[in-house]
């Protein structure tokens, strides 16, 4: 069955542009986490959902934020980028919350500039 | 403040021996921990994982080790091979508050396998 797909792949913005990422799960889960990957802090969690409600969130700024659509497809979106903002996002699935299945989709690089 | 470290941001090892790598983390409220292994331009796979109340779990080459005491653990790869270079990250979590998860990683180990 078709893994995780995080779209786009590569994306490179300019700070204060905003920016839209998006991860399908695999097919039949129902719970999508995104991550933050960047050099030495290693993967730091911003926000779980599961059946369309987001069930937590990390400790990030506003200007991060996401939503699952009734399909359980989920879109992270971050405004007012900052150089700070350069990483790797990967998205994560699972059968429901609380699963701790996971797998994990091949991120995207988003490079603020 | 990071609750899951990894202090060794790379390990170098021969193919064939034993390849340890460790895990500190300071929240008693952890109960169980997972190891991930990633390669480049792909997002991390799961590899192994422990709850507290063990101490050691195997699976083929690899074994996770849970010093509960110390909040240490460690995973080891035996024999190491050439396809297990790539970077290991430890993860931590607590018991699901209201089916919410949220998996606590560590910085990552960029382990080399030298043939």
């Known amino acids: 069955k078709a893994g995780v797909t995080q779209t786009p792949r590569y994306l490179i913005k300019t700070r204060g542009q905003q920016v839209t990422l998006s991860c399908s799960p695999i097919?039949?889960?129902?719970?999508v986490s995104w991550y933050q990957q960047t050099p030495g802090q290693g993967l730091q969690f911003l926000f779980e959902y599961f059946s369309e409600t987001q069930r937590n969130k990390g400790n990030f700024p506003g200007r991060f934020s996401g939503r699952q659509f009734s399909n359980s497809r989920s879109e992270m979106n971050v405004s007012t980028l900052e150089l700070g903002d350069s990483a790797l996002y990967l998205c994560?699935?699972?059968?429901?919350?609380?699963?701790?299945?996971?797998?994990f989709g091949s991120g995207t690089r988003l490079t603020v500039v | 403040d990071q609750q899951v470290k990894q202090n060794s941001p790379s390990l170098s090892v021969q193919e064939g021996r034993i390849s340890i790598l460790n895990c500190d983390y300071t929240n008693s409220m952890f109960d169980y921990f997972l190891w991930y292994k990633k390669y480049p331009a792909e997002g991390p796979t799961f590899l192994i994982s422990i709850s507290s109340i063990k101490d050691k779990n195997e699976d083929g080459r690899f074994t996770v080790f849970l010093n509960k005491s110390a909040k240490h653990l460690s995973l080891h790869i035996v024999p190491s091979q050439p396809g297990d270079s790539a970077v290991y990250f430890c993860?931590?979590?607590?018991?699901?508050?209201?089916?919410?998860?949220?998996?606590?990683f560590g910085q990552g180990t960029r382990l080399t396998i030298n043939p």
């Open positions: 993860a931590a979590s607590m018991i699901p508050i209201q089916g919410a998860q949220k998996l606590v």
């Open positions: 097919s039949g889960h129902r719970s």
């Open positions: 994560a699935s699972s059968l429901q919350a609380g699963s701790y299945g996971y797998t």
